[in-house]
Nanobody, 126 residues
Framework: QVQLVESGGGLVQTGGSLTLSCTAS????????VGWFRQVPGKEREFVAA?????????PYADSVKGRFTISRDNAKNTVYLQMNSLQPEDTAVYYC??????????????????WGPGTQVTVSS
């Protein structure tokens, strides 16, 4: 079992930055791929970024955030981060992290058997 908790959300002005954290319980967190997703009311959940297990050497991003967001992991702290720069109003959403033993499930946004956090709100004001 893995329990995830997101933190770091909040209100920021256009062009600002936030760093989200996804902290996990359980000693095997390093064996999970982790992804960040976002959702706004009335729309489907959207893939944002992912990081492969252990070394974190593969980090795909959605085109909409490429070059602005950076995902990283600190396995010693059981935490995955999402550094978000140059935030835009269209980045406003509830951000969720998910952990799955299968990297493909995270990247393809099909982690139905994975673990999910409760989410954290990010609001970017214009």
């Amino acid at each position: 079992q893995v329990q995830l908790v997101e933190s770091g959300g909040g209100l920021v002005q256009t062009g600002g930055s936030l760093t989200l954290s996804c902290t996990a319980s359980g000693r095997t967190f390093m064996d999970y791929a982790v992804g960040w997703f976002r959702q706004v009311p009335g729309k489907e959940r959207e893939f944002v970024a992912a990081i492969i297990r252990r070394s974190g050497g593969s980090t795909p991003y959605a085109d909409s955030v490429k070059g602005r967001f950076t995902i990283s992991r600190d396995n010693a702290k059981n935490t995955v981060y999402l550094q978000m720069n140059s935030l835009q109003p269209e980045d406003t959403a509830v951000y969720y992290c998910a952990a799955d033993t299968t990297f493909h499930n995270i990247v393809e946004n099909t982690s139905y058997q994975g673990y999910w956090g409760p989410g954290t709100q990010v609001t970017v004001s214009s």
